[in-house]
Nanobody
Framework: QVQLVESGGALVQAGGSLRLTCVTSGSAFNLGAMGWYRQAPGKQRELVAIISSSGAPNYTNSVKDRFTISTNGAKNRMYLQMNSLKPEDTAVYYC????????WGQGTQVTVSS
């Protein structure tokens, strides 16, 4: 069974940076486009960054020019480089497919203090 494991979250001050990693134990990256999602307390999960099967990235406006999504050559790891973090980026971050999904991982907590 495919498993997704997210890591790299932490408590950081506003303006800081973090790099999140998503590791798949199976063939999750054969799902096609993959994405990073986040869910803040009391809010719905939102898709913040997408990387297509060809490597083309796309971002929601709130993170554009601050976040960078990428994969490794083997496409079994996906990353989210987050710079210039803001308190509103505080959330649990998850990875998964965009059109086809596998069971969600536990996520990784990102907390940005002001």
């Amino acid at each position: 069974q495919v498993q997704l494991v997210e890591s790299g979250g932490a408590l950081v001050q506003a303006g800081g940076s973090l790099r999140l990693t998503c590791v798949t134990s199976g063939s999750a990256f054969n799902l096609g486009a993959m994405g990073w999602y986040r869910q803040a307390p009391g809010k719905q999960r939102e898709l913040v960054a997408i990387i297509s099967s060809s490597g083309a990235p796309n971002y929601t406006n709130s993170v554009k020019d601050r976040f960078t999504i990428s994969t490794n050559g083997a496409k079994n790891r996906m990353y989210l480089q987050m710079n210039s973090l803001k308190p509103e980026d505080t959330a649990v971050y998850y990875c998964n497919g965009v059109q086809t999904f596998v069971p969600w991982g536990q996520g990784t907590q990102v907390t940005v203090s002001s």
